[in-house]
């Protein structure tokens, strides 16, 4: 994998879509950052860091409950996710966050400086995660902990999305994509090591992380309509797949996927969707 290529593609995207990104009409980050930071449990007065920390959702609940005498320190490679959280974080008033713009993958951060390292869908996106996990490690105070989230692989769904679609989004639209997304090379980088319990645990150990703890759970996804659902795909991860597609392809797609969702609705209510998600939690070695 060429990582400079994958990491600008993944930091133009999620600029381009800042503005937008989780605010179309459907929830999913928010509801899995709170139940992170539950299981994570971070305590008044810790010093935490947040990677990949988008606008906030995990990060703002996790300033909360360190209150004024901890410090929440949230970094994304995308700029306009920094700036977007900074607004967020103002708007609700919570003041013991500080943003940078920074590399998840080679964070530029005193050793031993954190109790906790959270990372909700963003870790696990590196291109050399497993690595990225030993550097945590060394940012960790002694019985430091971890905590992020991942999807839930199995190689019989389409990779990052609800079981459900995996009958609505052919796999073949894969090809359209950069290298980097195609299916074998997406086994090599995620399912290699999140899909079995074992490897994610063998990974961790390796990192220097013990206590391994391992949570799937579905997260109540819910969107006002097929069509929101649709125009909030284009500002996550999927982006990247809509950019790619030829427009016939899209458009074919984009019918489908609304049609599909908003037969899910009752008495035209919200669509309603359970999201497999792993929570990971680990304490470092030491």
Request: hydrophobic fraction near 45%; glycine fraction near 8%; aromatic fraction near 8%.
């Amino acid at each position: 994998m060429d990582s400079a290529l994958y990491k600008t593609k993944v930091t133009d995207a999620f600029n381009e879509a800042a503005a937008t990104y989780d605010r179309l009409g459907v929830e999913f980050f928010t509801p899995m950052g709170r139940r992170l930071v539950e299981l994570a449990a971070p305590q008044p007065g810790q010093r935490l860091l947040d990677i990949g920390c988008g606008l906030g959702a995990t990060l703002l609940p996790a300033a909360t409950r360190i209150g004024p005498n901890g410090t929440a320190l949230g970094i994304d490679i995308a700029e306009a996710m920094v700036e977007e959280a900074g607004r967020e974080a103002e708007r609700q008033g919570i003041r013991n966050v500080e943003l940078r713009v920074m590399d998840g993958e080679h964070p530029d951060l005193p050793a031993r400086s954190f109790d906790l390292v959270l990372g909700s869908y963003s870790v696990i996106f590196l291109p050399d995660a497993r690595a990225a996990l030993a550097r945590y490690a060394g940012l960790l105070r002694d019985g430091g902990r971890i905590a992020f989230t991942s999807p839930v692989f199995t190689r019989d769904t389409f990779p990052f999305l609800p079981p459900m679609f995996t009958e609505l989004i052919p796999m073949s639209l894969l090809e359209h994509l950069p290298a980097a997304w195609h299916p074998e090379q997406l086994h090599q980088q995620l399912h290699s090591w999140l899909e079995a319990p074992a490897d994610l645990t063998a990974a961790l150990d390796k990192a220097g992380f013990t206590d391994v703890r391992i949570t799937d759970e579905n997260v109540h996804m819910t969107a006002v309509s097929g069509e929101a659902w649709v125009d909030w795909s284009h500002t996550q991860g999927m982006r990247l797949l809509w950019q790619h597609l030829p427009e016939d392809e899209a458009a074919a797609l984009r019918t489908r996927l609304i049609t599909a969702l908003d037969a899910l609705r009752e008495n035209g209510g919200p669509v309603h969707i359970e999201v497999p998600v792993r929570y990971v939690t680990a304490t470092v070695a030491r």
